[in-house]
């Protein structure tokens, strides 16, 4: 058996959340793969809408076994809360939730460091979510981590108080006020709660289930293009995002890869800082955010809008080996008279269908245009009732990309769903 990859192809906030709850009723153990509580997997079903930060998108499938992997960093405050609150409607999260001991957690200082570290680079700054995301990467890298498993070790205040020690030297460099012991209390708290869930061997857990034959769905967060070797660095996340992510966040084999199912918006949009070809700071971007609701999940914040970008999309197929594709939010469109997509960037003058090394490029996209389809989609449940300019932009990318769209979302409910 294999394990088969749902991610995002492009900035984030594609709808990865809604298309695991989706396909996690085929699937018997669901795992997320990387990133931290800067992910926001929104799901809507029965009338309710749930966001997950840290738990695996298919924590309210019974049966399904959700592993947080190895490749993840937890903060066990937002874990232990967000848990909290899905006991209260039922949701049986220890007997569902499996953590594995080498996931890094994210202690209080590492969010100080990382707002003192935003703040200090002024307008330069990379949009980071400041939940210590990127300064707990670091550790690990840096060989100072604590992982999950140090929880159960006799010794273990004491190596949180010599990282915690690492972490005030470190922020003597910076002219930032904070308090060392901030939510101290609560993370200790926290860490006792941690201890209530089964504690894996990750990586010997998922390899045992392949050779059990039981499918596994891998679950990334971000997007593709905020993958810290190939997404638009600096601004990026600390993590891989890109499926080689899947191999190195669970512990699998790349020859255990089976299918890899790149989500998309039928737009672009981005949180924070960096390139944005296609971005739209005029009406129809505006009318993008409002039809879209484009506020971050995790953030709050307003996200940028823009048209699709198929350079960029072209180069995230690539880089993940994309065999099927999702489309999410194709309905945001319903309303615009023309449709635009960038085919191709012109940069100091020059025409190319690659995305620059430089994300300082003073990019210009090239568009193509498509009539607009001027019709809810949202309320439709058959391909076959699907408009013909709708069909029409949904071909042209097939054609552009060399891989099919399975699946085409229609709004955020589970059943606004058509399987192809």
Request: hydrophobic share 35%; aromatic share 10%.
């Amino acid at each position: 058996m294999k394990v088969d990859v749902v991610l995002g192809l492009q900035w984030g906030d594609e709808g990865k959340g809604k298309i695991v709850d989706v396909l996690a009723q085929n699937y018997p153990v669901i795992a997320r793969f990387q990133g931290g509580p800067n992910a926001g997997h929104t799901l809507q079903f029965e009338g309710k809408k749930f966001v997950l930060h840290t738990i695996p998108s298919g924590v309210f499938r019974k049966n399904a076994q959700n592993i947080i992997g190895n490749g993840v960093v937890i903060d066990p405050i937002i874990f232990m809360n967000e848990c909290i609150k899905l006991e209260e409607i039922g949701t049986p999260v220890r007997e569902r939730i499996f953590i594995s001991k080498k996931a890094h957690l994210i202690l209080p200082t590492h969010r100080i460091i990382d707002a003192a570290s935003e703040q200090a680079k002024g307008s330069s700054k990379i949009g980071s979510t400041l939940k210590g995301i990127g300064p707990t990467y670091m550790d690990k890298t840096g060989r100072n981590g604590l992982r999950v498993g140090d929880i159960l070790a006799p010794d273990f205040s004491h190596r949180y108080k010599n990282l915690k020690n690492k972490h005030v030297l470190f922020l003597k460099q910076f002219n930032f006020e904070y308090n060392a012991n901030e939510n101290e209390e609560l993370w200790f708290k926290a860490i006792e709660y941690l201890k209530s869930f089964n504690l894996i061997d990750g990586e010997y857990s998922i390899n045992k289930y392949l050779q059990e034959s039981k499918k596994v769905l891998a679950e990334g967060a971000q997007g593709s293009l905020l993958d810290i070797d190939y997404g638009s660095y600096p601004f990026v996340t600390s993590s891989t995002t890109i499926c080689a992510g899947a191999c190195i966040g669970l512990g699998v084999a790349p020859s255990s890869i089976g299918k890899v199912s790149g989500i998309f918006k039928a737009y672009c949009t981005r949180v924070g800082s960096g390139p944005f070809p296609t971005e739209l700071n005029d009406e129809s971007g505006e009318l993008l955010r409002k039809m879209g609701n484009e506020v971050g999940a995790t953030t709050g914040r307003p996200r940028r809008t823009g048209w699709l970008d198929m350079v960029a999309l072209k180069y995230a197929v690539m880089i993940n080996g994309v065999d099927n594709l999702i489309m999410m939010k194709a309905d945001v469109l319903d309303s615009f008279e023309t449709i635009k997509v960038a085919v191709q960037y012109k940069i100091d003058g020059e025409l190319t269908d690659k995305v620059p090394f430089d994300p300082y490029s003073n990019i210009e996209p090239v568009y193509k245009e498509f009539k607009g389809w001027k019709r809810d989609l949202s309320k439709i449940t058959l391909e076959e009732n699907l408009p013909f300019e709708f069909m029409t932009y949904v071909r042209f990318i097939e054609k552009e990309t060399g891989v099919p769209v399975s699946i085409i979302s229609l709004g955020p409910d589970r059943e606004q769903t058509i399987i192809r």
